[in-house]
């Protein structure tokens, strides 16, 4: 699906502090989201606006984040 060329994160953690940093920034327009990529076993950034529809397991995720 096009994510070869792609940063890529090992953890939750590390793509979350990423997308901190550059959503902080003032002369960010539109804001970046991370997804989980079953093919390369890790994180991906996508703009807000390409994301794509959802596969079942990052529903999962999604359910999961939502639990403390
Ligand atoms: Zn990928």
């Given at each position: 699906m096009g994510c070869q060329e792609k940063k890529r994160f090992k953890s939750k953690k590390m793509v979350e502090t990423f997308i901190d940093q550059f959503n902080?920034?003032?002369?960010?327009k539109e804001t970046l989201v991370s997804y989980w990529c079953q093919r390369h076993d890790g994180w991906h950034v996508s703009r807000e606006s390409n994301k794509r529809p959802l596969k079942w397991y990052e529903i999962l995720e999604q359910l999961k984040k939502k639990i403390p």
């Amino acid at each position: 699906m096009g994510c070869q060329e792609k940063k890529r994160f090992k953890s939750k953690k590390m793509v979350e502090t990423f997308i901190d940093q550059f959503n902080k920034d003032p002369l960010v327009k539109e804001t970046l989201v991370s997804y989980w990529c079953q093919r390369h076993d890790g994180w991906h950034v996508s703009r807000e606006s390409n994301k794509r529809p959802l596969k079942w397991y990052e529903i999962l995720e999604q359910l999961k984040k939502k639990i403390p």
